[in-house]
């Protein structure tokens, strides 16, 4: 089974602070995401890496930014936390040579709160 | 724009059915995800659906309509366990960062 791993599943931080959110997935994908889950708004793409050193912006990566320099790891970045980011973050992981139907593979989620 | 419209909650009896509607409108269809969320936890994948029909899987189906932009996810003899959000996920286009969300329907079994 693959087997996504966040690092934290529960963060306070305080408004200004630069935040670390560490993902690490063990079954040698190419692909990881990172999400954003506010009640009713559902997931939205911060965003994504095809490759190892290699990201781009999903629909929402203003005040973010990330890091791939390991295959297995991806990592969210919060340069100065503010309040609106308050948040579940969800990490994912696929293939990049998949069957079509092949889904997102999703970690525990990091509830991070930002006093 | 792109939307997904699914109902914010739904209730059900134990060992009853219950169907949970998605329509969406987006700027191109290759395919609509389902998932499951319990409360806490990583959404789990539940079916995939690229062609018109109905496609079942134990106690689960899930139907789709390209022409009309709907789909539903069908659960059969309903469990406690079954008590979560569903997630509606279409994909715009051939990678995964295409896939876009709706906001989840948030189902409650009761006994």
């Known amino acids: 089974d693959v087997k996504v791993t966040q690092s934290s599943r529960y963060l306070v931080k305080r408004t200004g602070e630069k935040v670390f959110l560490e993902c690490v997935q063990d079954m040698d994908h190419e692909n990881m995401f990172w999400y954003r889950q506010d009640p009713g708004l559902g997931l939205r793409l911060i965003y994504f890496s095809y490759d190892v050193k290699m990201k781009e912006k999903g629909d929402i990566p203003e005040g973010y930014s990330v890091s791939r320099e390991k295959k297995e790891r991806f990592s969210l970045i919060l340069e100065s936390a503010s309040t609106n980011q308050t948040s579940m973050y969800l990490c994912a992981s696929s293939p990049r040579d998949r069957a079509y139907n092949s889904p997102l593979h999703f970690g525990n989620g990091t509830r991070l709160t930002v006093t | 724009g792109q939307n997904i419209d699914q109902p914010t909650e739904m209730t059900a009896t134990e060992g009853a059915i219950v169907q949970i509607n998605c329509t969406y409108q987006?700027?191109?269809?290759?395919?609509l995800f389902w998932y499951q969320q319990h409360a806490g936890e990583a959404p789990t994948f539940l079916s995939y659906?690229?062609?018109?029909g109905l496609e079942e899987k134990g106690r689960f189906s899930s139907f789709l309509s390209r022409s009309k932009g709907y789909s539903y996810l069908l659960l059969k003899e309903l469990q406690m366990k079954d008590s979560a959000s569903y997630l509606c996920a279409v994909n715009r286009g051939n990678r995964d960062d295409k896939i876009i969300f709706g906001k989840g329907t948030r189902l409650h079994i009761l006994p």
């Open positions: 659906n690229v062609l018109d």
């Open positions: 987006t700027s191109g269809f290759n395919g």
